[in-house]
T-cell receptor, first 112, second 113 residues
Framework: NAGVTQTPKFQVLKTGQSMTLQCAQD?????MYWYRQDPGMGLRLIYY???????DKGEVPNGYNVSRLNKREFSLRLESAAPSQTSVYFC???????????FGPGTRLTVL | AQSVAQPEDQVNVAEGNPLTVKCTYS??????LFWYVQYPNRGLQFLLK??????LVKGSYGFEAEFNKSQTSFHLKKPSALVSDSALYFC???????????FGTGTRLQVFP
């Protein structure tokens, strides 16, 4: 089991560029999440997906879109990157029985 | 509004001494409570959770946490700290019937030899 994988690990963008962060899990979890982590702010939920085919906004959805491609994959897209989106992005998945969330290794994104 | 507070940005403790990392929450009803640990340049790892039952829950790496409903607290504890416990610790809460976790801002634990 690879658990939760994320690509890329690092990315530098210029303001206005677009990109998609990829996330996949091999634990057969229904729920998946995207967070951003900023110093002194903890983790803030961007979007989540309770099941394949559904997505919902979290605390900070503006400037992002998501796609739950299938049960395994949940991607996060920045259509027009802004310096305020410089952050570390984490994907997570969870199972309903234990309620614990399992996190990927993160993507460190810098927007210049 | 739901919230989680970790009042200490950093906790320093000598190796072998007991440690406590504090967490209080403001959530309606009976929430689920979690602790996660983050090592440098890594994702978060699940440590333990409280769902129901015994107020003292045990988790990974010798950590435990005590749920106190009257004080709305869920403090993380370990009887004897190790240098390798040095990391960033996050408390999180989830309301029953929702999928969303709300995280505290994190507490950096530094264990000195």
């Amino acid at each position: 089991n690879a658990g939760v994988t994320q690509t890329p690990k690092f990315q530098v963008l210029k303001t206005g560029q677009s990109m998609t962060l990829q996330c996949a899990q091999d634990m057969n979890h229904n729920s998946m999440y995207w967070y951003r982590q900023d110093p002194g702010m903890g983790l803030r939920l961007i979007y989540y997906s309770a099941s394949e085919g559904t997505t919902d906004k979290g605390e900070v959805p503006n400037g992002y879109n998501v796609s739950r491609l299938n049960k395994r994959e949940f991607s996060l897209r920045l259509e027009s990157a802004a310096p305020s989106q410089t952050s570390v992005y984490f994907c997570a998945s969870s199972e309903e029985i234990t309620l614990a969330q399992y996190f990927g290794p993160g993507t460190r994104l810098t927007v210049l | 509004a739901q919230s989680v507070a970790q009042p200490e940005d950093q906790v320093n403790v000598a190796e072998g001494n007991p440690l406590t990392v504090k967490c209080t929450y403001s959530v309606s009803g009976n929430p689920y409570l979690f602790w996660y640990v983050q090592y440098p340049n890594r994702g978060l790892q699940f440590l333990l959770k409280y769902i129901t039952g015994d107020n003292l829950v045990k988790g990974s790496y010798g950590f435990e946490a005590e749920f106190n409903k009257s004080q709305t607290s869920f403090h993380l504890k370990k009887p004897s700290a190790l240098v390798s416990d040095s990391a960033l610790y996050f408390c999180a809460v989830r309301s029953r019937g929702t999928d969303k976790l709300i995280f505290g801002t994190g507490t950096r634990l530094q264990v000195f030899p």
